[in-house]
């Protein structure tokens, strides 16, 4: 396993209730996700810091198996980082903090927000969001995070076991893709 800061930031350069967030992420999302070991996925890495560009703060860890990689990613500070980078109000985002989650692999790229709403159109809205101005933010994450981890476990066991997967995701145009794949 590759444990990374991206170059952007040092961790210590961080601010402490930022690093609380990003650390109860990674712990949060290492023991939910801990059944992928029995599908085979390793935790390959884990990467914290901030982005240049929007210049909010991130938590990606990086499960693996062969060619497949599985990525479940935390944002966090984004409406202040944005704000940075983007001073326009009309620019400003809607969110704070985002979790996020794909597979992919050399034939496709599974967006599982894309998939979820594809295939499991009753979800609520929330489930894989945290509000924002939450009132216990760890709270949400754990939410979310569980939230995945379970939509894994009673929807993707095919995906898991490389049995199929699913070209699933909203293109540059804003158009909707969803193309089932076999593996060979």
Known sequence: MTVSVNAMSNTQNIPEDIKERLNHF???ATKHFSFLADF????????IGRTETFLDY???LSYRNGDTLITIDYSTDIIKGMRTAFPKENE?????D?????ISDLNAFMSIDSFAAETQPNLPQ???SITLNTKNLKDGITRVVKNYSNFFQENLVSVLRKEKIYDCYTDRFYDKVFKEKHYR
């Open 58 to 60: 991130n938590c990606n």
């Open 26 to 28: 990674r712990e949060e």
């Open 98 to 102: 985002r979790i996020s989650c794909s």
């Open 126 to 128: 929330d489930y894989f």
């Open 92 to 96: 400003s985002p809607v969110i704070d």
């Open 40 to 47: 085979n996925y390793l935790l390959d890495t884990i990467e």
